[in-house]
């Protein structure tokens, strides 16, 4: 015997993984995890696999839906209000909507986010300016977001305010061992041997390919 569960809406369950249509927006390689069509209009779901140090939004207002962080890996700083505070892998941040925020990936390490929004419909401003994955990051059309922007009822303010130098250390500020390893390769490649060898334990070995030598 088949037992079909149908929604009262006609919503069936699905599944999606990274590999399902990735692209990027404004350059950041992403996923669209669930779009108001998937969820009946109740929520948007994006996944940011890896947003470069320094990264950062502009500092804007969503006037029709209210936007969610769950930060996967890395370090990011938020601003909400003017109010900044930073958050580390594990951290979740709430950005009402009406009240500008933004956010920057901060750190040496690129970090890796989840971002909803409920309801959903904002969605169509990111597909919308959505670029094959294999494109290389460019800077985005600013007259094209702007006009998206006022279509899907969101305020662009400008660059972020001045993040402070003293921002409240993160609830759980331990650093995961992808950020480790990305550091201390990018410490190596540099030549920066005092900040590589702290990284690294007091029994490190290394185990060298003598191919070519």
């Known amino acids: 015997m088949t037992v079909t569960h149908q929604t009262p809406t006609g919503i069936q369950p699905y599944r999606n993984t990274r590999n399902d249509g990735p692209f ?5 390689p992403s ?3 669930a779009t108001s069509d ?3 209009g109740t929520f948007k779901l994006i996944e940011h696999l890896e947003m470069p140090a320094g990264s950062a939004s502009p500092y804007h207002t969503h006037h029709r839906e209210d936007e969610s962080f769950y930060v996967l890996e890395g370090e990011m700083a938020f601003v909400c209000g003017g109010e900044w505070m930073k958050a580390a892998a594990g951290d979740f941040v709430y950005g009402p909507r009406e009240i500008a925020h ?3 990936v901060i750190g040496d390490s690129p970090a890796q986010m ?3 929004c409920t309801p959903g419909g904002f969605e169509g401003f990111v597909l919308e300016q959505a670029t094959a994955i294999a494109e290389p990051p460019s800077p985005p059309d600013m007259g094209k977001l702007m006009t998206l922007a006022a279509k899907y009822g969101i305020d662009i303010h400008g660059p972020l305010p001045e993040m402070p130098d003293d921002l409240p250390a993160a609830k759980n500020s ?6 480790l390893i990305h550091l201390w390769i990018d410490c190596f490649n540099r030549r920066d041997w005092k900040t590589e060898s702290s990284l690294r334990a007091e029994d490190f070995l290394a185990f060298l390919s003598a191919d070519g030598l």
């Open 174 to 179: 331990r650093p995961s061992l992808k950020n």
């Open 31 to 33: 996923v669209m995890r």
């Open 114 to 116: 989840l971002l909803m």
């Open 24 to 28: 990027r927006f404004l350059g950041i």
């Open 102 to 104: 933004g956010f920057q």
């Open 38 to 40: 998937s969820t009946g």
